[in-house]
Structures are given as structure tokens and as C-alpha cells.
Nanobody, 125 residues
């Protein structure tokens, strides 16, 4: 059984920063999981934001490159998303996702089996 719990979402002014966290309870060593952040804005489909595979290789959506940084602490089973220079279009529910699979991470919802409940990020312009 895998459980993912996100935290850190809140309201922030445009140009500000936030750090999201996702704590994973997993049934295999955390390092065996590829993990990622997705987001879903009202009326839009869920989209991939950033991911990190079991080799530590990261992938970012073009819309967040240079502003967001994904990282993880394997000892704490925790995934992070540092978000800087936030824009109003970053407003969404942010979800943590995990998959016990190898290979380069794909920022596709179908690639991931496990999902958190989400945390709301609101960026006021």
C-alpha cells in the first residue's frame, strides 16, 4: 500500500515563492519509485509539472522551467517542489504522484499509479 500526503499549499502574491512537500508511505524502498508533481486548474486537465526518476534525473514542463525545482530526500521519503517567481497561471491543486517503475519519467497521468489528495496553491496577481 502506498500513501502520499502533500502539504505546503497556500495563497501567495505573484512573484512569491512556495515549497510543497509530499511524504510517502511505501511498501518498497522509496528509492525504487519514480515520483512527480502534477497540477490541475479549474476547468483544465491535470498536467505534469516536474518529475524525478530512480536515477535522480529530472524533467520539467516548459511552463515551469527555470522557476520550479523538484528534489527529494530519500531518507525522509519526502518529495519537494520549490516554486519561485510564481504567476497567476500557476494557481491549481498540486498533486504528488508515484510509480514503482524504471526508465525516464514521463509527465503523463497514465504513467503513475499512486496519487496524493492534493494541496491548493493560489497565486494572486
Amino acid at each position: 500500500q502506498v500513501q502520499l500526503v502533500e502539504s505546503g499549499g497556500r495563497s501567495v502574491q505573484a512573484g512569491g515563492s512556495l515549497r510543497l512537500s509530499c511524504v510517502a508511505s511505501v511498501d518498497y524502498p522509496y528509492r525504487y519509485y519514480t515520483v512527480a508533481w502534477f497540477r490541475q486548474a479549474p476547468g483544465k486537465e491535470r498536467e505534469g509539472v516536474a518529475g524525478i526518476d530512480t536515477d535522480g534525473i529530472t524533467k520539467y514542463a516548459d511552463s515551469v522551467k527555470g522557476r520550479f525545482t523538484i528534489s527529494q530526500d530519500n531518507a525522509k521519503n519526502t518529495l519537494y517542489l520549490q516554486m519561485n517567481s510564481l504567476k497567476s497561471e500557476d494557481t491549481a491543486i498540486y498533486y504528488c504522484a508515484a510509480a514503482r517503475r524504471l526508465g525516464r519519467v514521463q509527465l503523463s497521468t497514465s504513467w503513475f499509479r499512486y496519487w496524493g489528495q492534493g494541496t491548493q496553491v493560489t497565486v494572486a496577481s
